[in-house]
């Protein structure tokens, strides 16, 4: 038994995917675990609340792209808020006053957050460790004062009662099940470029960099340009997520831009498991239920958020997928 | 073999949580066509828990068992939940009270964003949505809904009140500190108006950055301005940080007035007479006010855990004490199915409790009620716990409130 447990362990890393997953990269842990959350996707809104899952999903996608860069970079971003919260606005301004479809709104939403990235990212990466993640902070809120003032945000108030509308003009999105397919269809569409990234020679690379970036460089990589690419890709994922989110509730509001939005988003992965696949999707999975079901406690909510906070670091250091994966001596 | 093992273990583990997850949301749904549900939905553990939170629900609760609906039938439950002061966690509860759990009624919900979009939910879900601790003017204004009555107080009467009324005692000549975004500005530029209007001055205004911790400055320029009333057109802890480096740079004690544009009674108890004394602020009901007042105070007092109320609590109670009037008046099983004709109801319905006395409720979802002008008490005038406020001005309903063509409201076109 013990020969077959370590045998295995060693083939864990390249054993092939399922067939037909296996062209995903992801190995054969990875495709259980994937197929489990197509399951999940599919049953979850007849057993839950539809619009309750919505947000989730979004949550899960912010908290990816986040992971992308936190987990396979190392670059810590506390600016990311700045990213889902534009991408919010602008999806919601565009689907309310330029009367946009929903996927040209939510398509809107990542390409200010891919415009955003690239300046953000070029300023911040000339800088690591602490520096870089207090200039993305500023830059996070440089950009919520523009939203508190810019008058096309509504202040305080925000953008209000936003029209789901019509997908490509033609299906209606007002029934929380027909959005729940589209939500959960953009979740997927993301996960899977992320992973497909990841993956990838470019993903590799950016792995590289991570571990030892002098001798990154020393390879002869634009270190540079690969981390102002994966910071770029993450923000545009970033707006994505925020966009989808102000169409589900159709409101976008300052919340999303704080900083402390930043700070959640660093939490769902913490929680989740940094630089694992399927560990933002359930630290943020974590995160939101907390929010949602504990609202009914009143003022316990922080304390016993507090109280799983702690649980979590002491006792799952590497995050619920990556001690998963310990436990079951897969990667997840 | 180990594999499989391991792969089951896992999704079993995950199906695991499906069930587990499922079974958090389940609150007994309302069954039968008499029991109604009344959600209340605040903020129970930030900067608003003290002027909504649990007193509001205790308030609620009061209101029910002053309605006497009992006795007619039918049962209403309360629920109630903290929104975080986040629009969507605020949304997604909403949705899932009415979807989910049968809930009829939405009381309460403190900061404008996440009243604006429950207004929305309400509207579209054809409920009923008692704002009292929200004050943006749009829910009587652009966005206004049929679904909606906005009951205790909203930015426009704040400002015509601490504005206009004031200069009526002879306090002539404003300064403002202004917190520099929408909110501050609009605050300003609205009291300026009744200032001028009832014949007063302004003298300048500096705008502070949102979440200032030193005021010095703002209240030296202030202070040579020589204007005997300092406005604070900002909120929360602005606000509470200006009151306080005021009371030690002394501003109060040398006759200039400081009117606070947006506060409650709780405030000044934690803010204590010794910061507060001086201080100038508009509500639409304090507990020591009259008779009925203090009656109403008397029996809601015991379950408030050593809190008062302010007139955001007092206006969930009188806000669902009506809306249970109209219930009775046009059956339980009619007002369940129809929010609008329920809201319909209770603007026609005079409205008549021990908070706000008689008044009544306007075409756009505006409850018009007298507004009064507060001082608040030096030490040793406060005679004993909470009595805080001597009144200064009143300002009648007809003359309060935003005029009903000046909003815009979409439904007094219709």
Not at chain 2, 63 to 74: N, P, R, V
Request: proline share 3%; aromatic share 10%.
């Amino acid at each position: 038994m013990a020969g077959q447990a370590t045998a295995f362990t060693a083939t864990a890393q390249q054993s092939p995917g399922l067939p037909g997953l296996a062209a995903l990269g992801f190995n054969r842990a990875q495709s259980i675990a994937f197929l489990l959350l197509l399951g999940l996707l599919l049953v979850g809104p007849f057993v839950l609340y539809p619009v309750f899952l919505m947000k989730l999903l979004c949550f899960a996608l912010f908290a990816c792209a986040f992971n992308l860069l936190i987990g396979y970079v190392g670059l810590l971003s506390f600016g990311h808020a700045m990213f889902f919260g534009m991408g919010g606005y602008v999806t919601a301004h565009a689907a309310k006053v330029w009367g946009l479809t929903p996927e040209l709104a939510i398509l809107a939403g990542g390409a200010v957050g891919a415009v955003l990235g690239v300046v953000a990212g070029w300023i911040a990466i000339r800088r690591q460790g602490i520096y870089f993640a207090m200039i993305t902070l500023a830059l996070a809120q440089m950009i919520f004062f523009v939203c508190l003032q810019a008058p096309f945000t509504g202040g305080e108030d925000g953008i209000q009662s936003v029209p789901r509308g019509a997908l490509l003009g033609v299906f209606s999105l007002a029934q929380d099940m027909s959005l729940y397919w589209v939500v959960a269809a953009v979740f997927l569409a993301g996960f899977l470029l992320i992973n497909r990234i990841i993956h990838s020679p470019f993903g590799q690379v950016l792995t590289a960099i991570r571990e030892n970036e002098p001798r990154a460089i020393s390879l002869g990589y634009r270190v540079d340009d690969y981390k102002l690419m994966a910071f770029t890709l993450s923000a545009t994922l970033a707006g994505i997520a925020g966009g989808t989110k102000a169409l589900v509730f159709g409101i976008a509001t300052l919340t999303d831009v704080y900083w402390a939005m930043s700070g959640e988003v660093v939490l769902m992965t913490l929680v989740g498991g940094l630089g694992t696949v399927f560990g933002p999707v359930l630290g943020a999975a974590v995160i939101v239920s907390m929010q949602n079901y504990l609202a009914e406690f009143g003022a316990w909510v922080t304390v016993i958020q507090g109280c799983i906070f702690v649980a979590c670091v002491l006792a799952f250091r590497a995050g619920i997928a990556g001690q998963l994966g310990r436990w079951l001596r897969v990667r997840l | 073999m180990v594999q499989d093992r391991r792969s089951l273990l896992k999704s079993g583990a995950g199906l695991a949580l499906v069930p587990a997850l499922a079974g958090l949301p389940s609150r007994g749904r309302a069954q039968g066509a008499t029991t109604l549900k009344i959600g209340v939905l605040n903020d129970q553990s930030g900067v608003y828990r003290e002027v909504s939170g649990p007193t509001s629900t205790a308030c609620v609760r009061q209101a029910i068992q002053d309605s006497g609906i009992a006795a007619k039938g039918i049962t209403v439950e309360v629920v109630q939940a903290d929104h975080q002061n986040k629009a969507d966690v605020g949304a997604t509860i909403a949705r899932q009270w009415i979807d989910r759990d049968g809930v009829d009624v939405i009381v309460d919900v403190p900061n404008s964003a996440v009243a604006l979009a429950i207004n929305g939910i309400v509207r579209e879900k054809n409920k009923v949505y008692l704002n009292s601790t929200g004050g943006t003017t749009e829910l009587t204004g652009r966005q206004c809904s049929p679904n909606t009555v906005h009951w205790t107080y909203d930015t426009y009467m704040l400002a015509k009140s601490t504005g206009g009324a004031m200069v009526k005692t002879g306090a002539d000549s404003w300064f403002f500190i202004t917190a520099d975004y929408a909110f501050g500005h609009d605050l300003e530029r609205n009291t300026s108006a009744f200032v001028q209007a009832a014949g007063g001055k302004v003298l300048g205004a500096v705008r502070h950055p949102l979440q200032s911790t030193d005021f010095s400055s703002y209240l030296l320029q202030a202070q040579q301005s020589r204007a005997k009333v300092v406005g604070l057109a900002n909120a929360g802890t602005d606000t509470i940080n200006c009151v306080k480096q005021a009371a030690e740079f002394g501003v109060t004690r040398r006759g200039t007035k400081i009117a606070v544009m947006l506060m409650f009674i709780n405030d000044v108890h934690s803010l204590g007479l010794n910061a507060a004394q001086g201080l100038v602020c508009t509500e639409s009901f304090y507990w020591d006010l009259n008779d009925r007042t203090r009656a109403f105070t008397d029996r809601v007092k015991g379950s408030l855990g050593g809190n008062y109320p302010a007139m955001s609590h007092a206006g969930c109670y009188a806000s669902v004490l009506h809306y249970l009037k109209a219930v009775a008046d046009m059956g339980g099983a009619a007002a369940k199915s129809d929010g609008a004709a329920t809201v319909a109801r209770m603007k026609a319905m005079p409205t008549d409790d021990d908070c706000f006395g008689q008044g009544k409720i306007r075409e756009d979802g505006r409850k018009l009620h007298p507004v009064y002008l507060f001082e608040v008490k030096k030490p040793e005038e406060s005679k004993g716990p909470w009595d805080y406020y001597k009144m200064l001005q009143t300002t009648s309903a007809d003359e309060a409130w935003r005029p009903v063509s000046e909003g815009g409201c979409p439904l007094v076109r219709a």
